[in-house]
T-cell receptor, first 116, second 114 residues
C-alpha cells in the first residue's frame, strides 16, 4: 500500500492568486496523478507527473494553468494559477501500487479549494 | 477504457447484502473490472478487481458474468460506514498497466439505511 499526504487540506483563496498543493508519498513511485473533483461531480484526471520529465496533461488542462513539479520519486506539487471561482474543487493526488501485478490506485485525502 | 453504466443511487438496509450492478458491454478481453468507493470528504479507496473469475476479499465480492458484459459488487453485511459513492472502472491491468490514470464515471451513491 501507499500512504499519501496532501497539503493543505483546504484553503480559501482570492481570485487572481495562485495556490500550490503538495503531495508526499511514503514510498518511491514512478508516476503520480493529479485529479480534480468539482462540486457534486466525479473525479477528472488533470495530468500525469513523471519524475525527470514534463507532466502529461489531459484534454482541457494546460500547463500554464496547472503547472506541476516532480522533483523526486516521493513528491509532487500542483499549482492552480490565476484562480477564478470556477476552480473551486477538490484536488487529489494519486499513485499506483508497486506490488507485482497490483495496479490498484491510492489517493490522498484531497485539497478542498474555495476561490472567492 | 471501456465505458461503464451504473445506477445513480441505491438504498440498502443495514446488515443486509448490498448488490451494486455495473454494465460494461464493450469490455475488451484484456480489461479488468475495478471497483473503488469514495466516502464523503475522503479520497477514493480501492475495493476489488477481477478479470473473469469471481473474486472475494475482506471488503467485498465481485461477480462477473460469463460474457463479462456486466458485474456485481457485493457488500455482504452492509454497515452505515459503507455509505459512499461506488465507482466501477474497466481498464487494462497487470504489470505495466499502471501507466495511465483512472477514468471515473458518475458512480452509484449507496445509502445504507439504519
Amino acid at each position: 500500500s501507499a500512504v499519501i499526504s496532501q497539503k493543505p487540506s483546504r484553503d480559501i483563496c482570492q481570485r487572481g492568486t495562485s495556490l500550490t498543493i503538495q503531495c508526499q508519498v511514503d514510498s518511491q513511485v514512478t508516476m503520480m496523478f493529479w485529479y480534480r473533483q468539482q462540486p457534486g461531480q466525479s473525479l477528472t484526471l488533470i495530468a500525469t507527473a513523471n519524475q525527470g520529465s514534463e507532466a502529461t496533461y489531459e484534454s482541457g488542462f494546460v500547463i500554464d494553468k496547472f503547472p506541476i513539479s516532480r522533483p523526486n520519486l516521493t513528491f509532487s506539487t500542483l499549482t492552480v494559477s490565476n484562480m477564478s471561482p470556477e476552480d473551486s474543487s477538490i484536488y487529489l493526488c494519486s499513485v499506483r501500487g508497486r506490488d507485482r501485478g497490483n495496479t490498484e490506485a491510492f489517493f490522498g485525502q484531497g485539497t478542498r479549494l474555495t476561490v472567492v | 477504457d471501456a465505458k461503464t453504466t451504473q445506477p445513480p443511487s441505491m438504498d440498502c438496509a443495514e446488515g443486509r447484502a448490498a448488490n451494486l450492478p455495473c454494465n460494461h458491454s464493450t469490455i475488451s478481453g484484456n480489461e479488468y473490472v475495478y471497483w473503488y468507493r469514495q466516502i464523503h470528504s475522503q479520497g477514493p479507496q480501492y475495493i476489488i478487481h477481477g478479470l473473469k473469475n469471481n473474486e472475494t476479499n475482506e471488503m467485498a465480492s465481485l461477480i462477473i458474468t460469463e460474457d463479462r458484459k456486466s458485474s456485481t459488487l457485493i457488500l455482504p453485511h452492509a454497515t452505515l460506514r459503507d455509505t459512499a459513492v461506488y465507482y466501477c472502472i474497466v481498464r487494462v491491468a497487470g504489470r505495466g498497466g499502471g501507466a495511465d490514470g483512472l477514468t471515473f464515471g458518475k458512480g452509484t451513491h449507496l445509502i445504507i439505511q439504519p
